[in-house]
Structures are given as structure tokens and as C-alpha cells.
């Protein structure tokens, strides 16, 4: 899909503001509101814009320890990869599982948990059990320098 700069403008917005009203969006980027909200169905549409979402504070819910988890896998083949991605998918402190290239994981996860304890549960009762998992390697966060969701739309 071809954009203009109305289109990244609204991108841009929509990624910093989510709730922001079709009145106040069409404000900011210069047009009105039956053009912008065209435009934002468009994008839709177009799956650029995949969902909208609420943003909590991890540890306003007690979540205090982020872990970056490195995971080797005794095989390289779709069906384990698949297998171990399936049960990935069902912890919830999983924020995020990426299959990665150039480290001596074959996985990255990053989690949060409450405190050690927690930690040591997810790896031993959760994470360990997966079949195929050979090797665990855990960093800890000590602070977030750079935490954004918002990719450049820049044209």
C-alpha cells in the first residue's frame, strides 16, 4: 500500500495515542474527520494497523523481574520447533519468543515475573519440561534504557 504523509502522520499518532478521538486525530494531521477516518479504516483494512492496546505497569502488578532466557534446542527441525513454539505460546510470562540466528540459542524470550522465586519456578516447572530444550541461559534486566512499542513510519 502506498502512503502519503497523512497516512504515516496518523501511524505515528495512532501508535503514541491509541484512544486519541477521530475529532482530535483529524486535528493534528490537517484534515477532517470524515477523510481521516477513512484514511485510519484504510490502514486497517490493509493490516497495517493490527490492534489497539492498553499498556500496563509491570510492577504496579508486582511483575518486578524482567529475564531475557536464551533456549538451545536438541534438534533443528520444524516439527521441534514447532512443538516447542506451541508451548511457549501457553506461559503468560512470556512477553515475547523470537527464533534467532548468530548466538548459541536458538531462542530468546523475554519474561517477567514477580521475584526470583517466581523465575525459578517458570524455568523449572515450565520452560525445562519442554522436550527438546538442552540448554537454558539467563540474563537479568537490570533497567530498561530504551522501552518503545512505536515503529518509525518515516517516509
Known amino acids: 500500500m502506498a502512503m502519503d504523509r497523512y497516512d504515516r502522520q496518523i501511524l ?4 503514541q495515542e491509541g484512544r486519541i ?3 482530535d486525530l483529524a486535528d493534528r494531521i490537517g484534515l477532517s474527520p470524515s477523510p481521516c477516518l477513512r484514511r485510519v479504516r484504510t490502514l486497517e483494512e490493509a493490516g497495517l494497523i493490527i490492534g489497539y492496546r492498553a499498556f500496563l505497569d509491570a510492577r504496579k502488578l508486582g511483575l518486578t523481574l524482567m529475564a531475557l532466557i536464551g533456549i538451545s534446542m536438541d534438534l533443528h527441525t520444524p ?8 508451548s511457549i505460546t501457553e506461559i503468560p510470562e512470556v512477553l515475547e519468543c523470537l527464533l534467532i540466528t548468530g548466538q548459541q540459542s536458538d531462542y530468546q524470550l523475554k519474561v517477567v515475573v514477580r521475584d526470583m522465586d517466581a523465575y525459578q519456578d517458570l524455568l523449572l516447572n515450565k ?7 538442552t540448554g ?20
Not at 516439527?79 to 506451541?86: G, N, S, T, V
Not at 520452560?127 to 530444550?133: D, F, L
Open 12 to 15: 505515528a499518532i495512532l501508535q
Open 21 to 23: 478521538s477521530n475529532q
Open 79 to 86: 516439527e521441534r520447533f514447532a512443538q516447542l513454539e506451541a
Open 127 to 133: 520452560i525445562t519440561r519442554i522436550q527438546g530444550v
Open 136 to 155: 537454558v541461559h539467563t540474563s537479568f534486566v537490570l533497567r530498561r534504557v530504551v522501552d518503545r512499542t512505536a515503529l518509525p513510519v518515516t517516509g
